[in-house]
């Protein structure tokens, strides 16, 4: 009789267990969903390759699936090489590239654009731009349209950049590419926080940033029309030459090689024998 009673009682014990872990995974989810919900906007994940919003009307953004993965695969607009699918620095580029008409030189980790770039490029015209570095804690507030640079972290092994789409009166809003795989509720991934402090600017995410770097145009860069497309499309190129990127060594020691060529070119194959 005790055996039967203590079948019994570890029978109803077993399912009220199994019932309570199935009711907390249950209340887990629910509270993972709601915490992603006012974090992200969304609780619902994208599968890689999927369109997760728009910004700036006219600039998608796509899930990357997770942000570890590394598709190698190459993506072009209107045949120019806008980087590696869906990566930060893809988005970032293709941003400029749809809403300014321009593009940076390549980087090998998105965090590098903060000490290696500091031109943009006019893709139509070859003509340079100037990048304004304001370090986070500035006395200027966020700009729009500006890149926001990570540095490189944990969770962060090449850095991150996100475009500012929006700058409210204690937040600022960004567009993205693998950050989190989430669809946007808006015209933006995520709304973040900035402080002042004496008089500096802090924008607060969980991961430390570089600052922000603004296209100094003066509003001559306008969004790519049909006419600029199709004078793109007519270059045939997919990569253009940075020449704003090059430095004046690079100059110098282009034109030094040159005239070395020349000058072995006419010793080498020109007979100077008398006829």
Known sequence: MKIVLLIVLFTIIYRYSKCDIVTQLKNFDSNLNSINARAFGNSTLAAYGAMVGIASTNVPAYSNG?????????????????????QCVEYARRWLFIRKGCVFDSVDAANDMWSQIFKVQRVVDGKCFSLKQYQNGSTSPPKNESLL??????????????????????????????????????????????????????????????????????????????????????????????????????????????????????FIFIDFSPI
């Open 66 to 86: 997770n942000d570890s993965y590394i598709s190698n695969e190459p993506n072009y607009l209107y045949n120019i090489y806008t980087g590696m699918r869906w």
């Open 149 to 266: 640079i990570y540095s490189l972290g944990q969770d962060m092994p090449f850095g991150h950049v996100a475009v500012i789409v929006d700058v409210l009166k204690d937040s600022i809003r960004v567009a993205e590419q693998n950050y989190h795989a989430y669809y946007w509720s808006g015209n933006y991934s995520r709304q973040i926080p900035y402080v002042v402090k004496n008089g500096n600017y802090y924008i607060m995410d969980s991961y430390k940033i570089y600052g922000w770097m603004s296209v100094e145009d003066n509003n001559q860069n306008y969004p790519l029309n049909q006419s600029t497309i199709n004078k793109i499309m007519e270059k045939n190129i997919s990569f253009p030459n940075f020449i704003c990127s090059k430095s004046v060594t690079y100059y110098y020691f282009s034109l030094y090689n040159y005239f070395v060529f020349c000058f072995f070119y006419v």
